[in-house]
């Protein structure tokens, strides 16, 4: 019986290999590499949409593709300026309709908040343009674009002093 039951393994195993080896050398090494490329695909999966579930803090510009391509049709028009006082201490003021705010000073951030949104209830359009030297710091200049936003700004326009 125990010969008999060695001659079906091996039949049953000779039949199998036939039946899924290919006798080719290309066939098997491509039947060898289908787990790995499978691997790599699965890993290329979660990569792509690991980055697509990351969200990152921040505010997202949409620049255009030629240099100063876009504008903007009578908008609302906000400048900063940095200012030092002395040697550590420095500011950066806010021009807007025809009024001085400093960003430093709570109440008067404030009060830029309620000009903004003052002037967005006249206008039908909800658009920005900021005017920012280039140094003005970037802290500043994106608390700019939070207050204007939090005022209803729908588009901020950063405009560039042409040379």
Known sequence: MIGRSGAWDMWR???LRDKYRPKSRIGQ???EAVPWI????????FI??????????????????????EGL??????VLIPVSRNAQQSETLVFFDDERYSLA???QVQRLGAAMRTLLSHTARRELLLLADRQVP???VMAAVNLARAAGVQRVNVGVKPD
């Open 13 to 15: 195993a000779q039949k």
């Open 29 to 31: 090494s491509f039947l």
């Open 38 to 45: 499978d691997v790599l695909l699965v890993c290329a999966l």
């Open 48 to 69: 792509w949409i690991g980055t697509r579930l990351t969200l990152r803090p921040g505010v997202v510009f949409e620049l255009p593709p030629a240099p100063f391509q």
């Open 73 to 78: 049709y009578e908008s609302i028009t906000a």
């Open 105 to 107: 000073d709570i109440q």
């Open 138 to 140: 970037h802290g500043d």
